[in-house]
């Protein structure tokens, strides 16, 4: 069974950085395009980015493109968020999670997720 | 990056059915059989119960069904038990290559 596990997260002030990791255990990591989700608290679920798995194509929400970089190491089996720039409305719990494969066919959904870590932006 | 829209809440008894729908655009489930719904439960991260619309991945009871009608998917989720009491999300892929989540209903087994 495929398990992702999230780190990174914490306190930082406002205009602070952070980077969040995400290491996947073992499975074809490479092969899979990998998101990042958010949740403000009591709030609903946003998609934050999403990269491909040979990181030819990355994606952001408009809320945090040009501040949030997306990335990912296939040999670490790990995919990283390096946030910028953080905003109070940052404050969430981040998940990553990996694209929906049946078979060979690979769909828009993601499964499985991580358990998320929780970033907070306050002063 | 406009989210899609869901109903805050909706309610059952166990055994009756209920349906949350979720409205888009022709930019997203308008154009695209690519709408996923998710379930959570509180202090978990969401679970994945059906994906292209009306594909269940193995492992979730065919209690769960979806549809799609031009810009509004749908879930309905039938025979209903006390676990299936959860916060419900739609999502789906864009013509922009991004993801769009509804807001979220939460579901009541009374």
């Known amino acids: 069974e495929v398990h992702l596990v999230e780190s990174g997260g914490g306190l930082v002030k406002p205009g602070g950085s952070l980077r969040l990791s995400c290491t996947a255990s073992?499975?074809?990591?490479?092969?899979?395009?990998q998101a990042w989700f958010r949740q403000a608290p009591g709030k609903g679920l946003e998609w934050v980015s999403s990269?491909?798995?040979?990181?030819?194509?990355?994606f952001y929400a408009d809320s945090v493109r040009g501040r949030f970089t997306i990335s990912r190491d296939n040999a670490k089996k790990s995919l990283y968020l390096q946030l910028n720039s953080l905003r109070p409305e940052d404050t969430a719990v981040y998940y990553c999670?990996?694209?929906?494969?049946?078979?060979?066919?690979?769909?828009?959904?993601?499964?499985?997720w991580g358990q998320g870590t929780l970033v907070t932006v306050s002063s | 990056q406009s989210a899609l829209t869901q109903p805050p809440s909706v309610s059952g008894s166990p055994g009756q059915s209920v349906t949350i729908s979720c409205t888009g655009t022709?930019?997203?489930?308008?154009?695209?059989?690519?709408v996923s719904w998710y379930q959570q439960t509180p202090g978990t991260a969401p679970k994945f119960i059906i994906y292209?619309?009306?594909n269940r991945p193995s492992g979730v009871p065919d209690r769960f069904s979806g549809s799609k009608s031009g810009n509004t998917a749908s879930l309905t989720i039938s025979g209903l038990q006390p676990e299936d009491d959860a916060d419900y999300y739609c999502?789906?892929?864009?013509?922009?290559?991004?993801?769009?989540f509804g807001g979220g209903t939460k579901l009541t087994v009374l």
């Open positions: 999502s789906s892929h864009t013509s922009t290559n991004t993801w769009v």
């Open positions: 292209e619309v009306f």
């Open positions: 073992e499975f074809a990591f490479s092969s899979y395009t």
């Open positions: 990269i491909s798995g040979r990181s030819d194509y990355m």
């Open positions: 022709s930019s997203d489930i308008g154009n695209y059989n690519h």
């Open positions: 999670a990996t694209e929906y494969c049946s078979g060979d066919r690979c769909t828009t959904a993601f499964d499985p």
